[in-house]
């Protein structure tokens, strides 16, 4: 009797190709599955008509959770050329003092940055300016120079003013002073500004700014003070 062939020549061969008739049908299903897949996730991912995209807490689009995290404050404004040191009131109120018996504490709510100073009115002595805070020793004058100092304020009462100062002193008396004096009709923000043209050579520079008509409860507040040479 013949030898028996190997099993594995003996069985039927698998087949690894397929007709074109079977190929095309699969890769229509193939197409048709993925189109199906595509709009399924396309519905998913897409915002409902007058939603808001989802905001990430970098604030780029996306669908992880929102940020609950507040704006720290307003963008602090550089002031090229500033003679004045932490005029924005950032981290403290170093170097400025009270004026006719006023109070002075930091608070938010700044226009620069986060912190502004707060002047409250307090119990002024007899003979004294309205409430306010000083800047000594912004400068040492050089005389012939003209000097400008802005300062961006608000009152929380209407119709207050503001009157800015900026003198020039020798050995603690007033040599020169300018002044001005701007209304503030209503709590908004506003710049203002003085200049002073300096006569005394060697002087010291001080810049007092001082609030009218706060009454009890009103307050100044004081932000991003500078100081220029002209």
Same mark, same amino acid.
């Given at each position: 009797?013949?030898?028996? !062939?190997?099993?594995?020549?003996? +069985?039927r061969p698998l087949r690894f190709g397929a007709s074109p008739q079977v190929v095309f049908v699969a890769a229509l299903l193939s197409i048709v599955l993925l189109t199906v897949a595509v709009a399924l996730v396309t519905r998913d991912e897409a915002p409902a008509p007058g939603a808001a995209p989802a @905001?990430?807490?970098?604030?780029?689009?996306?669908?992880?959770?929102?940020?609950t995290t507040a704006a720290a404050g307003a963008p602090v404004?550089?002031?090229?050329?500033?003679?004045?040191?932490?005029?924005?009131? +950032?981290?403290?109120?170093?170097?400025w003092a009270p004026l006719?018996?006023?109070?002075?504490?930091?608070?938010?709510?700044?226009?620069?940055?986060?912190?502004?100073?707060? &002047?409250? !009115?307090?119990?002024?002595?007899?003979?004294?300016?309205g409430p306010g805070l000083v800047k000594r020793g912004v400068a040492s004058a050089t005389e012939g120079t003209v000097y400008e100092a802005s300062v961006? &304020?608000?009152?929380?009462? !209407?119709?207050?003013?503001?009157?800015?100062?900026?003198?020039?002193?020798?050995?603690? @008396? &007033?040599?020169?002073s300018d002044t001005a004096a701007y209304g503030l009709p209503d709590d908004g923000w506003r710049q203002v500004a003085v200049e002073h043209r300096a006569r005394v050579a060697g002087s010291s520079l001080v810049l007092e700014i001082t609030g009218v008509g706060l009454g009890g409860d009103g307050r100044l507040l004081v932000d991003l003070v500078d100081v220029q040479v002209e």
């Open positions: 009797m013949a030898a028996r !062939p190997p099993r594995h020549l003996a +069985e @905001t990430t807490a970098s604030g780029a689009r996306g669908g992880g959770a929102t940020s404004r550089p002031t090229p050329g500033n003679l004045l040191q932490g005029a924005d009131f +950032e981290r403290d109120l170093a170097g006719g018996g006023a109070r002075l504490q930091r608070v938010e709510g700044g226009t620069s940055g986060r912190w502004a100073v707060a &002047v409250t !009115p307090g119990d002024a002595a007899a003979g004294q300016t961006w &304020v608000r009152a929380t009462v !209407p119709d207050a003013q503001v009157i800015l100062a900026l003198h020039e002193e020798t050995g603690g @008396t &007033v040599a020169a």
